[in-house]
């Protein structure tokens, strides 16, 4: 018969696993909103994302995609507000094309990362209305 060091029901460990620093959040901090938001002329039209489970600070490498449909781009402006209302520019009007795809890296570890997040779109003109196709938050 075997002897048995321990407690038979911890799992094994890998010795050749990194440590893990308890402050950094985990992997699947963030969040998606799909749900279609109509941006109306010279308008402001908010989507949110509520996060929680993620301890501590956000990322300073967080990262915000945003899928716009809008025959000019140039006509909006994204904002990102913290649970605590603190604001970060993604984006400011005024430059061309139609339609947005982009992912923008924002320095966000001085933010608590559990709370509701909310993305801000600002239409600066008449004429051209579009939607909030979808948009996503990752903390860590």
Request: glycine share 10%.
């Amino acid at each position: 018969m075997d002897a048995i060091w321990g407690d038979p029901t911890d799992p094994p460990t890998d010795p050749t696993d990194p440590p893990t620093d308890p402050t950094d959040p985990p992997a699947e901090c963030g969040g998606t909103s799909t749900e279609s938001t109509p941006i109306g002329d010279n308008r402001i039209v908010t989507s949110d994302i509520a996060v929680s489970g993620c301890p501590g600070a956000a990322s300073s490498a967080s990262t915000v995609s945003v899928e716009i449909t809008h025959p000019d781009r140039g006509e909006l402006s994204i904002y990102l507000y913290a649970p605590d209302g603190s604001y970060y520019v993604l984006k400011r009007n005024g430059d061309s094309g139609a339609n947005l795809s982009e992912t923008y890296t924002v320095d966000l570890d001085t933010e608590d990362g559990d709370g509701t997040w909310t993305l801000s779109v600002k239409d600066y003109a008449s004429g051209n209305t579009g939607t909030i196709d979808s948009w996503s938050l990752d903390l860590a």
